[in-house]
């Protein structure tokens, strides 16, 4: 089956850690996001991707680091920088970045809470 | 910038009732608009989408919404709601212009009473 995996589904974080979400595609998609949500905010764009090895800043990248040495792989990783890190995060990936109708597919989403 | 607004952060609907969800966005050009899904602690699914061909979409699950350009809306519909229906859905919009960067509604939490 073809699809986006993201681990772990929780994740829990002493405060000045920096911790790593995963996010794996096997659909070939070149372009692959991150976003961040709140409760009421809907989605906010953390990075995205639209080659290996090339990626650009979202809304909402403060804290936040990526890197993308693998077409099928998008790593986040949330340092300490990042102030208020709880939240839900989804990965999702699309066949291209060029084209507005391309459909975003999503992963089930990582809850990391700052305990 | 484009925004999209989502009226109603939370709709009730009885079980067998209509379904409508707004989404109005703001434009100069044409844009494309997409209907997603959530169910609780899962990702999105995408229910329908709007890419400048017919003005009524269907989607899954019964789901339908119709572009308005005169009105920037594109208001989600269903005839006959399911408890299953309950979740939360969000409105997106892109825009050739932005490339496949899409900007969310904050979203409309459905219940469905029995």
């Known amino acids: 089956d073809g699809g986006i995996t993201q681990s772990p589904k929780y994740l829990f974080r002493k405060e000045g850690q920096n911790v790593t979400l995963s996010c794996e595609q096997n659909?070939?998609?070149?372009?692959m996001y991150w976003y961040r949500q709140d409760p009421g905010q809907g989605l906010r764009l953390i990075y995205y991707?639209?080659?290996?090895?090339?990626?650009q800043k979202g809304d909402i990248a403060e804290g936040y680091s990526v890197s993308r040495e693998k077409k099928e792989s998008f790593p986040l990783t949330v340092t300490s920088a990042q102030k208020n890190p709880t939240a839900f995060y989804l990965c999702?990936?699309?066949?291209?970045?060029?084209?507005?109708?391309?459909?975003?597919?999503f992963g089930p989403g990582t809850r990391l809470t700052v305990l | 910038a484009q925004s999209v607004t989502q009226l109603g952060s939370h709709v009730s609907v009885s079980e067998g009732a209509l379904v409508l969800l707004r989404c109005n966005y703001s434009?100069?050009?044409?844009?494309?608009l997409f209907w997603y899904v959530q169910y609780p602690n899962q990702g999105l699914q995408l229910l329908l989408k709007?890419?400048?061909?017919?003005?009524l979409v269907k989607g899954i699950n019964g789901f339908e919404a119709e572009f308005k350009k005169s009105e920037t809306s594109f208001h989600l519909t269903k005839p006959s709601a399911h408890m299953s229906d309950a979740a939360e859905y969000f409105c997106?919009?892109?825009?050739?212009?932005?490339?496949?960067?899409?900007?969310f509604g904050g979203g409309t939490r459905l219940m469905v009473k029995p």
């Open positions: 999702a990936s699309s066949i291209g970045l060029a084209l507005s109708y391309n459909e975003q597919f």
């Open positions: 659909l070939n998609h070149d372009a």
């Open positions: 991707s639209q080659i290996v090895n090339d990626f």
């Open positions: 434009s100069s050009v044409p844009p494309y």
């Open positions: 709007y890419t400048s061909a017919a003005t």
């Open positions: 997106a919009v892109g825009y050739n212009n932005a490339g496949n960067m899409l900007t």
